[in-house]
């Protein structure tokens, strides 16, 4: 039947055909794939459909749940808003390179098991890694090199990890696994890479300001909610996560209050939002987890939507430097509008999609008691105003005139962001379209009035602060440099280590060499002596030095002999 | 550029903030906001989840004190972390 085609699949094999596509027809063909996927996505019926036996396994590509349902439509509606974002571009790299990456995150979404999730897996590792690649700058070469060695390390670990799960307990099927074996830990760093935990994080802030305008786009929606999809379904309800979660809401703050790039800055306010979602399963309860989903559904939308705005200003002034912007207002309102929007959704403004969601864990939290993440959380959200939601458009569009007066973003460009903004404020006001969708049924009504002012306050009191801050001038400047991160570790010290190993052994090296040849120059020198011919050795018989030589050993026997019965 | 703490982006501007709406009118608007939100307060039933959101305005000194806060701790870290832009071309 023809309903049974895994959704990803569709897009990897259409993939394979845009190639011998031009012009329109290629424009027309590549949105067709993921509204063609979804059509088929929603006739799906809940349960395993497409089940094969491989290394004496059952293997299901195509186990459909209200988990990884809700998962599958934000990647359809991602790619979708990717596909038209990109649409100006005459080279088709970026297309295939998406197509094939976003598929393969739907495939990994809807496997039922580890070994089919390791295929894909290790597919979004290496079909991404072009979308960096494509920027065709030395840095962005360096990055992706980087990204793909800590991708794949995160692939090698899911596969270790299984093995030994496997091994263990003879089953692969990708349901909670939990922290109690060596698998389940490992399976769980393999996670923790992709969803940037703190101290694994920095792949993330490192390659995606490196990769195309479009680029960074379409990255930003998949890797790390597929694997906020696989910790939800492996170890929901994991106390770990809980102060895992807290910790990555609170750290990539400060770095997102003095970092330059923009799309750093972004890239920063990414990992504090997934910290929020890590956070709810942890909690594990209903709630936080509907609330997770509901938070990876829109944070991709508006995390998107603010990477559109910022890949705008790339594309026409080729630079994403706050020292280097300011005042694109003018020239560029509709982009400034919409990158407002995405900024009230991500601060979590009442009528915005990020209300939602975010009050969702929020409350899960409070229900659960936990005093001190709820304190951190809260404080967590009062920062996003201020290095995401203000800093951005604000040094962007307003902040003092660069004197830069480019072109409004590409027709097809505004289209996407437009989609997107639309999506933000629809979820926002209709909630129930999005409660519809998530994996458990929903008892929880975020607009009363007490959640209103509370949040009204907390937003607006901050707003003020930035605003006193800046006049006072108390705010960071933001100036050209390189804010050093974990990969200083790998980029600096491990170098530095791996330079140093490098220079003792050559000095080693030369050394031993060195001495070694003298000494065998002696030896021969000697033997050249003795036994050349000149040397007293070769003036007698063979034989006679043959005694000589069996005096020597017998003497040096009896001096043994000796001192052995001391 | 220098690290200085009172250089100051808007000061020297000619820009929207400085010119067309004063920034001063923008920390007045949300000023009267915040006072309003404040003063809503008394006439909306609240309900806390957590204990001390009972407190009066306790959102708005968290939101205000936790922001300057957080960007005064980025200043002491940006001491630390802060690179020339060329720190990692060989």
Redesign the interface.
Known sequence: MMIDIPPGLILILGALIVPFLKGYLRGVFLLALPILSSFILYNLPDGSHFAITAFGQHLELLRVDPLSRIFGYVFLIAIFLGIIYSLHLRTIEEHLSGLIYSGAAIGAVFAGDLISLFVYWELTAISSVFLILARRTPEALAASMRYLIIQVGSGVLLLAGLIIRWNETGNITFDHIGLESVGGVLIFLAFGIKAAFPLLHNWLQDSYPQATPTGTVILSAFTTKLAIYALARGYAGTEELIWIGTIMAIFPIFFAIIENDLRRVLAYSLNNQLGFMVVGIGIGTELALNGTAAHAFSHIIYKALLFMSMGAILHRTGTVLASELGGLYKTMPFTSIFCIIGAASISAFPLFCGFISKSMILSAVAYEGHYWVWILLLLASAGVIHYSAIKVPYFAFFANDSGKRPKEAPLNMLIAMALASILCVGIGVWPSSLFYILPFEVNYIPYTESHILSQLQLLFFSALSFAVLIKLGFYPVQSKSTIIDTDWIYRRLAKAVVVLITNVALTLHSNLFEVTILRARRLVDQLYKHHGPQGILARTWPTGSMVLWVAIFLGIYLLLYFIKNI | ?S????????????????KKIN??K??WL??L??VF??V??FF????A?????EYI????????I???F??????Q??KL????????DD
């Open positions: 550029m690290d200085n703490f009172t250089e100051d982006k808007i000061s020297n501007s000619t820009g929207w903030l400085a920034s001063s923008i920390i949300l000023s906001i915040c939100l404040f809503a307060e909306v039933h609240r309900h989840e957590m204990g001390v959101d305005g306790f959102y708005g000194a968290y939101g205000l936790g922001s300057i957080l960007v005064f701790l980025s200043h870290i940006r972390l802060k690179r020339p832009e060329d720190f990692y």
